[in-house]
């Protein structure tokens, strides 16, 4: 039996989460609190708030719920039975599929000729693109651990060989996949199954108590595991519910109307069909609660079907302001609307007054969205002199789209203004390894010198880095004094002749390129600078040459240091090029780090990032058993892949102004919340399935995850966190035409 405590206010949550800890049986007092979230930020602030109701925050454990659901499996069933780390995780999954793609049983099968067409260029005569054999087998894993989760009834049946009534593309996977479980039978649902039939044996190994905080939805196949584990021991599932009402079948107008229609289509009496549909409406629709909560809704129908004991506990905003002796703002009735499920556009209702809890507002560009915003803020910190940066949140779809603006405006923005104007700090999060860490973006592009024209742009650019400054010994004088030499020596690209003909034949595709001389090149531009030091202290022409008298004395330590730097990036260009196993290519990549960088740099946040990437790498491959060799395409794939994702948790609710992307299960209260880049086609966001994805092939089932569902309900999450102020900003004009643009959907909604 699960515990269900719903609540519009997360505030109250915390509540009643800190008098179930304080409850029970728990007699030890270091014992640990297991609590499941859904993300970092979650779980920072639940313990922020724990700690100021109680003291302090202590013996807490905190979990992903698939993490822990896999860990008590694994406790069930015997951790000598169950890896910590599943063969069919996406990560490692990804592997095995690479190499199944490539065996002769998935090549000269006639089943699998779509997939092998894609990555196999031309049949028979083994030219192959291995970088797009990746990509595909990546995408499979992905599809396998969506089916795992959502679809569990089709892996069960391709591997009873049944695929009667399913199309050419499932026929492939499932030839797939029942190659996978030959070479590991024990997939997530066996073991899932297994785990609930022995739950009852293995009672005692089970925690005392289990909470889930602030998740509000999970897919029924871990749901049915969370009931059986309710049996056993204690589950608490502290739920935002924003409407205090039963909604789990609630219908939006379209949904309404379509039924409306059909009833007209078998019935004569039109009018009291019409009547009974806006009587209903009156009664039980709020239009943005039926149009944006579809997950929620979802899920409640689902939570329904299990036993369990509801414990309510709901808070009107629009009461508490009564309580207050204050008048509702239009943001709080907004949020009462939706709790008790009242429609206000129709005129029996009062209507709300005019006030400025809500402000939209409309820019030209992402740039002028951040000024106003901006400017916004500081007037809202000179009217309410209680309001801190730290209870501000500004979201939107993609951060990396306004990082820039943000840092320019609110990091620098400030700087010539007066005194009598505070600044304001600011911290973005969800940004991607790649973007925030630039020696991560740096190590990105080493593994691009095979094809690399080594231009004077991008070798300086390497100069600038911290770490290679310190292990090179370069001073930002010294770097100075190398382009000042490099402008003199008219050094522009290419290392020699050679390298610039075979960079011309690879772009043209020509074999029979002309020769050329090694004018511009890095190495007459050196050889020009050393000889002059050499010979004397003016210019000096010597075998057709003007030598350059620029190096003087100590100067030629530079010198000889940035020959080092040099040859070790054309070592790495020419080394980069042979293929090898999984465990040679982290050895190799382990080793050119160390080579150019320096470990004690301020960069060495960058460096872990990077040893994890090359670690994870090993023990993917590991957990795979691959260990055929690898081109650099490959690789580099992997790892611009792995540095593409956001690092969780980070710079959220830092004691700033928290800008960050819009991530599901975190929408926590604020005084004061943005919402940036609402306009039509931008938002809600959508993702193209691929061609070959089964489930958007099928029609979809309660509890399905779609990227635009997730944005809705994170519009309507923002809408009930906001606690005072909200602001919704979009790009209502074409930068260039000054054409008129729409705003999202949702917005217009609204």
């Known amino acids: 039996m699960i515990n269900i405590y719903p609540a519009n206010r997360l505030e109250n949550l915390v509540f009643l989460l800190d008098r179930v800890m304080q409850t029970g049986t728990n007699d030890a007092i270091l014992s640990e609190e297991i609590i499941l979230v859904q993300s970092k930020g979650m779980q ?152 609930m039939n022995s739950l009852k044996q293995h009672k005692h190994h089970l925690p005392e108590r289990i909470s889930l905080f602030g998740i509000n939805t999970l897919p029924p196949l871990w749901l049915e595991f969370l009931s059986e584990l309710g049996e056993q021991t204690q589950v608490h599932f502290f739920h935002l519910n924003p409407c205090v009402e039963y909604w789990g079948d609630l219908k939006t107008d379209k949904a309404q109307a379509r039924e409306q229609f059909y009833r007209w289509l078998n019935s004569s009496d039109l009018p009291a069909i019409r009547h009974s549909a806006d009587a209903q409406s009156i009664e039980t629709t709020n239009p943005l609660l039926a149009n944006l909560g579809a997950q929620g809704k979802d899920f409640l129908y689902l939570l329904a079907e299990h036993s369990s004991i509801e414990i309510p506990v709901f808070e009107s905003a629009q009461e508490l302001a009564s309580e207050q002796g204050k008048q509702a703002t239009v943001l709080q009735q907004i949020q009462a609307d939706i709790l008790q499920l009242r429609d206000r556009r129709y005129p029996q209702l009062e209507k709300s007054n005019i006030d400025n809890s809500i402000t939209l507002s409309s820019a030209h560009s992402a740039l002028r969205e951040i000024q106003a915003l901006h400017d916004w803020l500081l007037h809202q910190i000179n009217n309410d002199k209680s309001l801190t940066p730290k209870d501000i ?23 010539d203004l007066n005194e009598q104007i505070p600044p304001l700090p600011c911290s973005i999060a969800d940004r991607t390894l790649k973007d925030s860490e630039p020696l991560v973006q740096a190590f990105i592009d080493l593994l691009d010198l095979p094809d690399s024209r080594f231009q004077v742009s991008r070798i300086l650019g390497y100069l600038r880095l911290p770490a290679l400054q310190e292990k090179f010994n370069f001073s930002e004088d010294d770097l100075l004094l190398l382009e000042r030499w490099i402008n003199h020596a008219a050094i522009h690209w290419g290392l020699d002749a050679e390298h610039k003909q075979q960079i011309l034949i690879s772009d043209t595709n020509n074999t029979a390129g002309k020769d050329l001389n090694d004018k511009f090149s890095w190495h007459q531009g050196l050889n020009r600078l050393l ?46 090029k042979t293929d090898r196993t999984p465990a040679a290519w982290k050895q190799f990549l382990l080793q050119a780090k160390d080579t150019l960088f ?139 035409t000054n054409n008129k643009r729409e705003p999202s959907l949702v917005l217009q909604e609204l």
Not at 400 to 410: C, G, Q, S, T
Not at 541 to 549: F, G, K, N
């Open 531 to 576: 000889l002059g030091f050499a010979q004397s202290d003016q210019t000096t022409i010597y075998q057709d040459q003007l030598l350059l008298p620029d190096v003087e004395g100590d100067e030629a330590l530079l010198l000889g240091r940035y020959f080092e730097l040099l040859e070790q990036l054309q070592y790495y260009a020419r080394a980069l």
């Open 393 to 415: 949140l500004v979201m939107c779809p993609n951060v990396e789209n306004y990082a820039p603006y943000v840092d320019a405006v609110f990091a620098h923005g400030w700087n």
């Open 598 to 736: 320096s470990p004690l740099s301020v960069d060495s946040n960058a460096q872990q990032i990077i040893e994890q990437a090359i670690d994870d790498l090993g023990e993917y491959t590991s957990g795979a058993n691959y260990d055929k060799k690898l081109p650099l395409s490959v690789i580099r794939d992997f790892l611009i892949s792995h540095f593409s994702q956001p690092e969780p948790g980070r710079q959220f609710m830092a004691g700033q102004v928290t800008f960050c992307s819009m991530v599901p299960m975190r929408s926590v209260p604020f005084r004061i919340i943005a919402v940036l880049g609402l306009n039509d086609g931008e938002f809600p966001r959508q993702r193209q399935p691929m061609g070959f994805d089964l489930m958007a092939m099928a029609a979809p089932r309660k509890g399905d995850r779609s990227l635009r569902g997730d944005d809705r309900y994170l519009f309507l999450e923002a809408l009930i966190s906001c606690r005072e102020k909200l602001y919704l900003s979009y790009q209502g004009h074409d930068i260039k």
């Open 44 to 195: 920072h602030w639940l313990n922020l708030k724990l700690a100021e109701s109680r003291g302090i925050s202590m013996n807490l454990s905190f979990s992903l719920p698939m993490q822990f659901f896999w860990n008590q499996i694994r406790i069930v069933l015997g951790k000598d039975k169950v890896p910590e780390k599943s063969t069919y995780s996406r990560e490692v999954l990804s592997w095995r599929i690479h190499d199944l793609l490539a065996s002769d049983e998935v090549i000269n099968n006639p089943l699998c000729q779509e997939a092998t067409r894609y990555w196999l260029a031309k049949e028979g005569t083994g030219e192959a693109n291995e970088s797009k054999r990746f990509q595909l087998a990546c995408q499979l894993a992905d599809l396998f651990e969506q089916y795992l989760i959502f679809r569990p009834d089709w892996i069960i049946q391709w591997e009873k060989g049944d695929q009667a009534d399913h199309n050419d593309a499932a026929k492939w996977q499932a030839l797939i996949w029942q190659m996978l479980v030959t070479q590991d039978p024990q997939h997530p649902v066996h073991l899932l199954k297994q785990a």
